[in-house]
């Protein structure tokens, strides 16, 4: 049974900071290109950064870049998402997420790497979902 399980969510002050992680059991996440979306109330999800199956390419939205970093951790199959400078359009739910869904974070032949897509019918596996809130 695969399972993506979030944590470290919480409630910062505007400027702050939190990190995210998202545990995979039964679930092998290097093969798979991993993201994080988050949905706030009343609004529907939105992909904020995705990494590509081999690391090569990571993608963050305009409104996060700069401010938000992705990684893996391959040994401890974990992936974990950085919130720097968090702002009040942040809080949301946020979301791991991890898929191999054709066409969607396919082998770019002219970049010679692979893409990744913050579409969410690119993903399999979800999270169940992890709150971060912001408030001063």
């Known amino acids: 049974q695969v399972q993506l399980v979030e944590s470290g969510g919480g409630s910062v002050q505007p400027g702050g900071s939190l990190t995210l992680s998202c545990a995979g059991s039964?679930?092998?996440?290097?093969?798979?290109?991993v993201g994080w979306f988050r949905q706030a109330p009343g609004k529907e999800r939105e992909g904020v950064s995705c990494?590509?199956?081999?690391?090569?390419?990571?993608y963050y939205t305009d409104n996060v870049k700069g401010r938000f970093t992705l990684s893996r951790d391959k040994v401890k199959n974990t992936m974990t998402l950085q919130l720097h400078n968090l702002a009040p359009e942040d809080p949301a739910n946020y979301y791991c997420?991890?898929?191999?869904?054709?066409?969607?974070?396919?082998?770019?032949?002219?970049?010679?790497?692979?893409?990744?897509?913050?579409?969410?019918?690119?993903?399999?596996?979800w999270g169940q979902g992890i709150q971060v809130t912001v408030s001063s």
């Open positions: 997420a991890a898929g191999a869904v054709a066409g969607y974070h396919d082998f770019d032949f002219r970049a010679g790497a692979f893409r990744c897509s913050i579409l969410p019918a690119g993903f399999d596996y």
């Open positions: 990494l590509s199956i081999n690391d090569d390419y990571t």
């Open positions: 039964g679930i092998t996440l290097t093969q798979y290109a």
